[in-house]
């Protein structure tokens, strides 16, 4: 497993970015598929965005399609979140995850960032 850290949340008016940033450790970081999940209050977590091992797949979910950006740095074993045009309804806690396997649960998780948008 590797161990996962977020930061880059924080305040922003609607219309506004922010760059959320998510660091791992270990030697491993570029045999896991990456991707961002996010929780809202009295909400469930959803699946926002993937990122495959190579970076050069992405996927993401309609809500934030066009909007959002997933990117990783497999020399500084790092992912990112590009998080443009944000809107009141993306105020949540983002979720980094890692997926070892092409399918399945995701194996690691992150501590969480908190994200709000005000309008």
């Known amino acids: 497993q590797v161990q996962l850290v977020e930061s880059g949340g924080g305040l922003v008016q609607a219309g506004g970015s922010l760059r959320l940033s998510c660091a791992a450790s270990?030697?491993?970081?570029?045999?896991?598929?990456m991707a961002w999940f996010r929780q809202a209050p009295g909400k469930e977590r959803e699946f926002v965005a993937r990122?495959?091992?190579?970076?050069?797949?992405?996927y993401y979910a309609d809500s934030v399609k066009g909007r959002f950006t997933i990117s990783r740095d497999n020399a500084k074993n790092t992912v990112y979140l590009q998080m443009n045009s944000l809107k009141p309804g993306d105020t949540a806690v983002y979720y980094c995850?890692?997926?070892?396997?092409?399918?399945?649960?995701?194996?690691?998780w992150g501590q969480g960032t908190q994200v709000t948008v005000s309008s």
């Open positions: 995850a890692a997926r070892l396997g092409l399918l399945g649960p995701y194996d690691s």
């Open positions: 270990g030697r491993t970081f570029s045999s896991y598929a």
């Open positions: 990122v495959e091992k190579s970076g050069d797949i992405t």
